[in-house]
């Protein structure tokens, strides 16, 4: 089953990290979305599930635009909508190279999402070094746009599903390599998101 991973941006084609004191913001959406083989996002939906992901310019946190995903999650099916290096999207790249990032500085990675209170559940993924997929749940119940922190020791392996490439050593090993959000299953909505930091808490 085709499954995982997270986002990136590229400016026009220019890399660019922005390296506040306290993080280092590794992508906000200030591209144009597009799917398949040369997509800048890589998402999709199966066994019943469907997503539909923009960018949009009236909500947003910060910049000009947020990703807009529209889903709806039934039993038994899936969605991703991943950034990062070495996804089916070739163009999915982070606005800073994982390389080039000093990983030790930091121990936790941040998103603003618009929530609408709906108690929805959302999965935030990571994938790190040796493939292996990391997951925080967090939980649509706010109003407007919130910041949702995920230390690194939060993070579960996922017990349901890994690459069959990966390490599968149990162990979070950097850098991490994609992130992605995942709505769970039995949901349907809107959501955006924004603004996805490295941070020391």
Do not use: H
Not at 172 to 194: C, R
Request: overall charge negative.
């Amino acid at each position: 089953m085709k499954k995982i991973f997270f986002m990136a941006a590229i400016f026009l084609g220019i890399s660019v990290a922005c390296f506040a004191d306290n993080g280092t913001l590794i992508d906000d959406f200030e591209i144009s979305v597009t799917s398949g083989p040369e997509g800048t996002v890589d998402f999709g939906a199966g066994n019943g599930s469907a997503v539909t992901v923009t960018r949009d310019t009236d909500i947003k946190n910060s910049g000009e635009s947020s990703l807009k995903v529209v889903y709806d999650a039934v039993e038994g099916g899936y969605i991703y909508v991943a950034k990062g290096s070495g996804l089916d999207a070739k163009n999915a790249d982070w606005q800073v190279s994982p390389s080039d990032i000093k990983w030790q500085e930091y121990n936790a990675i941040s998103f603003y999402v618009y929530g609408t209170d709906s108690k929805e559940k959302i999965a935030f993924d990571i994938k790190d070094n040796g493939g292996e997929i990391w997951r925080f749940i967090a939980q649509d119940d706010f109003k407007g746009w919130k910041r949702v922190v995920c230390s690194f020791d939060k993070f579960v392996l996922r017990d349901d599903w890994q690459p069959e490439n990966a390490e599968q050593n149990w162990k979070l090993d950097f850098p991490i390599k994609v992130f992605q959000f995942e709505p769970l299953a039995g949901s349907s909505g809107t959501l955006y998101f924004d603004t996805v930091e490295l941070v020391k808490e």
